[in-house]
């Protein structure tokens, strides 16, 4: 992670001592922020702003065990600002909460949005993290516009929230990636927009792909992973249509070599 402030650790007796400072200032590594401060005694609130994925989760793991050498009573993540989450970040969380609780700690979740909450709940790992009240996003007072909807959810709120959630038909796809590849891509997000749902796959190439781009040979590469992405769609397309509730129409993929993205598709049969 980049640190805006050496973050160090903090004195010997910070979980304990009524003045302590905070740790760290604010550190950002890719589409993740996190900065901690003392507003409790013998609590260190950590508030994460934007992605936990698997792109940002080994460096906040990082640094949340550098923040356990300090014994704080209670750790609080406040995730009002936590726009995505994957089975990445929620392995970090979960191994926290339980290093946490065996040195005698209590770690909180607080503010945690509809759409987090979900995805927590769909793995079935809300019985198991301490979740305390509800987001303020959530609650939407009067005179404050409504969030936009976060890319987690698959149905809009007045619909059921049956079958996986988006982020389970997202790894499903990385799985099928990496059982006719070898190799998943490196993030991946999905995205349901009217009757298409895409799922985005970044940094996706494997070592022998790479070398054939860097030769010139685009042209087989993007060949061969079109057979591939539609077996892919083929292996998911089940999984998609449980999780919307729709039939799949129909199925293709794109690829930007300058990006290092490829995008695979489901056209969905239109809502009765």
Do not use: Y
């Amino acid at each position: 992670m980049h640190n805006d402030t050496s973050p160090g650790r903090a004195a010997a007796t910070a979980g304990s001592a009524g003045g302590a400072h905070a740790p760290f200032a604010n550190t950002t590594v890719g589409a993740l922020t996190a900065s901690s401060a003392c507003s409790e005694a013998g609590t260190l609130t950590i508030g994460l702003d934007g992605e936990l994925d698997i792109a940002t989760a080994p460096a906040f793991e990082r640094l949340l065990r550098e923040v356990e050498q300090d014994r704080w009573p209670t750790v609080a993540l406040d995730l009002r600002h936590l726009s995505f989450i994957d089975s990445s970040g929620i392995r970090v969380l979960l191994g926290a909460n339980d290093r946490i609780g065996r040195l005698g700690g209590r770690m909180v979740f607080r503010h945690a949005s509809r759409a987090v909450r979900r995805t927590l709940a769909a793995i079935g790992v809300d019985g198991i993290l301490d979740l305390t009240d509800a987001s303020d996003a959530d609650r939407q007072p009067s005179g404050r516009a409504p969030q936009p909807p976060s890319a987690l959810s698959l149905v809009p709120d007045l619909e059921p929230a049956a079958g996986p959630t988006l982020m389970e038909v997202t790894n499903a796809v990385v799985s099928a990636c990496k059982a006719h590849t070898g190799k998943g891509p490196m993030r991946a997000k999905a995205h349901l927009r009217s009757n298409a749902l895409s799922v985005v796959l970044r940094d996706w190439m494997t070592v022998a792909e790479s070398t054939l781009v860097a030769g010139g040979r685009k042209d087989l590469v993007a060949e061969s992973r079109r057979h591939l992405h539609q077996q892919v769609a083929d292996a998911t397309r089940s999984s998609v249509e449980e999780a919307t509730g729709r039939n799949v129409t129909a199925t293709r993929s794109h690829i930007d070599f300058d990006r290092n993205t490829a995008i695979v598709v489901f056209t969905l049969r239109p809502a009765a």
